[in-house]
């Protein structure tokens, strides 16, 4: 009677282990930051859309900064916009980073931008 056991190792076990938690880490610190990038994304079409074609530059960034106040946004504020007029219609644009630290030494750079005619 020859058995073959099948299974994983304590070595393999803990390696494992540790990518999960090292995948569970990231997840945890960039979840929230694109969210928040999805919330500003939404919070620009918003003011884009409530604009009429004689709102001012500084009624809009202040239109986004009180959306922001609502949506917890802190990652930019008005002042951060770009606002244009193409074809008669009012784009409003933006980009930011973010940087996330990890662990020790070690950090995430993001890069975020968008535009309300995406």
């Not at 020859?2 to 076990?13: A, E, I, Q, T």
């Not at 390696?15 to 919070?43: C, D, H, N, T």
């Not at 001012?56 to 007029?85: H, W």
Request: glycine share 6%; net charge neutral; aromatic share 10%.
């Amino acid at each position: 009677m020859n058995y073959k056991h099948r299974g994983m190792s304590l070595s393999g076990l803990l390696f494992a282990a540790f990518v999960v938690a090292l995948l569970a880490l990231l997840g945890m610190k960039v979840v929230p930051e694109y969210i928040e990038y999805r919330q500003v994304v939404a919070s620009i079409k918003k003011v884009t859309q409530a604009a009429g074609p004689e709102t001012s530059v500084r009624q809009i960034r202040e239109a986004f900064d009180r959306q922001a106040n609502v949506d917890y946004i802190s990652a930019i504020t008005g002042a951060d916009l770009d606002i244009t007029k193409e074809a008669g219609q009012i784009v409003v644009s933006f980009a930011y980073e973010k940087r996330i630290p990890l662990f020790a030494n070690v950090s995430l750079l993001l890069d975020f931008s968008g535009s309300s005619k995406e």
